[in-house]
Nanobody, 125 residues
Framework: QVQLVESGGGLVQAGGSLRLSCAAS????????MGWFRQAPGKDREFVAC????????YYLDSVKGRFTIGRDNAKNTAHLQMNSLKPEDTAVYYC??????????????????WGQGTQVTVSS
């Protein structure tokens, strides 16, 4: 098992920035691709970004490209999501997740084995 704990959420004005962090414990962190998902009220959980095991490959939801950056530090067992130029439509609970899929950059919910508890991000207009 891998335990994931997110932090860094909060309330920010439109145009502002937040950095979400994900701390992992348990099995070898570098064995897993890491992803960020989000769920807004009344909506399904959606993929936001993912990063390969080594960190060399990333993939983003179109609406966050150029604004969000995913990264990881395998030596520290952490992943992060830097969010800039935030918009009200980015408001959601954000989840960190780990995947043992053979895919380099998995993007589906069902490809992820471990999930954090979520952290709220609220962007005011």
């Amino acid at each position: 098992q891998v335990q994931l704990v997110e932090s860094g959420g909060g309330l920010v004005q439109a145009g502002g920035s937040l950095r979400l962090s994900c701390a992992a414990s348990g099995r070898t962190f570098s064995n897993y691709a890491m992803g960020w998902f989000r769920q807004a009220p009344g909506k399904d959980r959606e993929f936001v970004a993912c990063i390969s095991r080594s960190g060399s490959s990333t993939y983003y939801l179109d609406s966050v490209k150029g604004r969000f950056t995913i990264g990881r530090d395998n030596a520290k067992n952490t992943a992060h999501l830097q969010m800039n130029s935030l918009k009200p439509e980015d408001t959601a609970v954000y989840y960190c997740a780990g995947s043992s899929s053979r895919k380099l950059t998995p993007r589906r919910n069902d490809e992820y084995n471990f999930w954090g508890q979520g952290t709220q991000v609220t962007v005011s207009s």
